[in-house]
């Protein structure tokens, strides 16, 4: 089945460890997001690939990248990670372009625990 | 830019009962409008959409309306079940984003 994946599921580090988050999809998607979802509030987006256009969200801390090497693929890097960056992290995927109308599709979201 | 307002924050219902959650948005340019179920450490899952083109879409016991003139937008959801209970995003898109509304959570009462 066709389908965004997310690995780990949970993530566990200490304060100021470097973290990387991984999304694979399979649906062929030319979009992709990364969304920061803290307890009980809505997911906050950080930022989006329209191909290997780079979009970053004004508010985006400079302690979070993103990469992403081909379409399959995208990852969610932080460099020192705080207390505050604890959070469940959820990569989405639409197509076939972003100015048309387009479901996302989620993944099953990495909740990140920081030590 | 868009900025969405979603009430109420929160909703009880007995099981039976209707619910209706309410949403509006700022930017008049926004053109398709979808709903999220999230049930407790779950993925955003879309229930229902609309667009701009169209005031009114159901299935089953879903429904959203969309008034473009006053820029708002409801979740109407029919003969609730305890499985109903999760929270809801509403949200409105912005050129290649999604903004969402703050959520509602809703909880139905067997």
């Known amino acids: 089945d066709a389908m965004v994946i997310q690995n780990p599921r949970y993530q566990v580090t200490q304060f100021g460890k470097p973290v990387t988050l991984s999304c694979s999809q399979t649906?062929?998607?030319?979009?992709m997001y990364w969304y920061q979802q803290k307890s009980s509030q809505a997911p906050k987006l950080l930022f989006h690939?329209?191909?290997?256009?780079?979009?970053n969200e004004a508010d985006t801390p400079d302690n979070f990248q993103s990469r992403r090497p081909n379409t399959s693929f995208c990852f969610l890097d932080i460099r020192s990670p705080g207390l505050g960056d604890a959070a469940m992290y959820l990569c989405?995927?639409?197509?076939?372009?972003?100015?048309?109308?387009?479901?996302?599709?989620f993944g099953p979201g990495t909740r990140l625990t920081v030590l | 830019g868009e900025n969405v307002e979603q009430h109420p924050s929160t909703l009880s219902v007995q099981e039976g009962d209707s619910a209706v959650i309410k949403c509006t948005y700022s930017?008049?340019?926004?053109?398709?409008f979808p709903w999220y179920k999230q049930e407790l450490g779950k993925r955003p899952q879309l229930i229902i959409d609309?667009?701009?083109?169209?005031g009114e879409k159901k299935d089953q016991r879903i429904a959203v309306t969309l008034n473009k003139t006053a820029k708002h937008f409801s979740l109407h959801i029919t003969e609730t079940q305890p499985e109903d209970s999760a929270v809801y995003f509403c949200?409105?898109?912005?050129?290649?984003?999604?903004?969402f509304g703050q959520g509602t959570e809703l909880s139905v009462k067997p």
């Open positions: 949200a409105a898109r912005e050129g290649g984003k999604l903004i």
């Open positions: 930017d008049s340019a926004s053109n398709y």
């Open positions: 989405a995927t639409s197509g076939p372009g972003a100015s048309s109308y387009n479901e996302q599709f």
């Open positions: 690939y329209y191909d290997k256009d780079f979009n």
């Open positions: 649906l062929n998607h030319n979009v």
């Open positions: 609309i667009r701009s083109n169209v």
